[in-house]
């Protein structure tokens, strides 16, 4: 067992707080509609406005803006960002679509699609490096909180395993299955194979839920209880099976899920 990981941890805290900035700046635009960025104020354009007061300083519109570039079709950047949020009922919703998804917002091209998709993929992936897995774990919130933005926006169940080393650091992260929206399927030959390939010397396994619930199904429980029977058969332990949904999880450890 990890030492400390029965140890409760406060959960961090995903939600960025809104900048009053933005609201400004949402106003403004609304006063902007229909006019070519280029016959904007150049201390209203929103590259101009970035360098001067900061990123902070801009709302969702203007930074889809950035991103898509140019306008189309008779319509600003702005006004086809405005139709992305309009169409999508939030960032996270907007971030999860794939390109052809994307494309059919009025104004959208494949190119512009491609380059916003890009975009959600590198803020993922910056997420993902602000906490760096090669580290010893000592509770599930160390977990959740590497897999939270990997999960953030997936649409189909998607199941995990870490593979630590017998100091308790995770070397490897391996994806053993995708279902459909509602169930993945897992088999404990799967998630073993893995672990004795890489000789690994306990596993945590992890999944999320699409449906933003975290309590575990009557399945999960199952899986859990047939992975923490083989794992101590084969001497390569579970310390815990951990459900992602949205910003929040469930450790079935601390569920008491295992005796």
Same mark, same amino acid.
């Given at each position: 067992? !990890?030492?400390?990981?029965?140890?409760?941890? $406060?959960?961090?805290?995903?939600?960025?707080?809104?900048?009053?900035?933005?609201?400004?700046?949402?106003?403004?635009?609304?006063?902007?509609?229909?006019?070519?960025?280029r016959e904007?104020?150049?201390?209203?354009? &929103?590259?101009?406005?970035?360098?001067?007061?900061?990123?902070?300083?801009?709302?969702?519109?203007?930074?889809?803006?950035? #991103?898509?570039?140019? %306008?189309?079709?008779g319509l600003?950047? !702005?006004d086809i960002?405005?139709?992305?949020?309009?169409?999508?009922?939030? /960032?996270?919703?907007? %971030?999860?679509?794939?390109?052809?998804?994307?494309?059919?917002?009025? %104004?959208?091209?494949?190119?512009?699609? /491609?380059?916003?998709?890009?975009?959600?993929?590198?803020? +993922? +992936?910056?997420?993902?490096?602000?906490?760096?897995?090669?580290?010893?774990?000592?509770? &599930?919130?160390? !977990?959740?909180?590497?897999?939270?933005?990997?999960?953030?926006?997936?649409?189909?169940?998607?199941?995990?395993?870490?593979?630590?080393?017998?100091? $308790?650091? !995770?070397?490897?992260?391996?994806?053993?299955?995708?279902?459909?929206?509602?169930?993945?399927?897992?088999? &404990? +030959?799967?998630?073993?194979?893995?672990?004795?390939?890489?000789?690994?010397?306990?596993?945590?396994?992890? @999944? $999320?839920? &699409?449906? %933003?619930?975290?309590?575990?199904?009557?399945?999960?429980?199952?899986?859990?209880?047939? #992975?923490?029977?083989?794992?101590?058969?084969? @001497?390569?332990? #579970? #310390?815990? @099976?951990?459900?992602?949904?949205?910003?929040?999880?469930?450790?079935?450890?601390? +569920?008491?899920?295992?005796?």
């Open positions: 067992m !990890v030492n400390g990981w029965e140890t409760y941890y $406060n959960k961090g805290d995903f939600m960025k707080k809104q900048d009053d900035m933005r609201g400004v700046s949402m106003i403004a635009e609304k006063m902007r509609s229909g006019r070519s960025i904007w104020r150049a201390d209203e354009r &929103p590259r101009e406005r970035l360098l001067r007061f900061g990123s902070g300083s801009l709302s969702d519109s203007e930074i889809l803006a950035i #991103l898509i570039g140019t %306008g189309s079709h600003s950047a !702005v960002s405005r139709n992305m949020l309009d169409t999508y009922a939030s /960032i996270g919703d907007l %971030g999860s679509r794939s390109v052809q998804e994307l494309c059919v917002i009025k %104004g959208m091209g494949m190119a512009k699609a /491609i380059g916003i998709a890009a975009a959600f993929e590198l803020g +993922r +992936r910056y997420q993902q490096e602000m906490f760096n897995p090669n580290k010893i774990l000592q509770s &599930p919130d160390d !977990v959740a909180r590497y897999f939270i933005p990997r999960m953030r926006g997936a649409r189909t169940e998607s199941f995990y395993i870490a593979l630590l080393n017998s100091s $308790n650091i !995770v070397f490897s992260l391996k994806k053993i299955s995708e279902g459909s929206l509602n169930s993945s399927i897992v088999h &404990p +030959r799967e998630v073993f194979r893995a672990a004795i390939i890489e000789s690994a010397a306990s596993i945590i396994a992890l @999944h $999320n839920h &699409p449906s %933003g619930n975290t309590e575990p199904s009557a399945e999960d429980i199952s899986l859990t209880e047939q #992975l923490r029977q083989v794992g101590n058969t084969m @001497h390569i332990p #579970l #310390l815990d @099976h951990i459900i992602i949904a949205g910003d929040t999880y469930t450790s079935l450890r601390e +569920r008491g899920c295992f005796t």
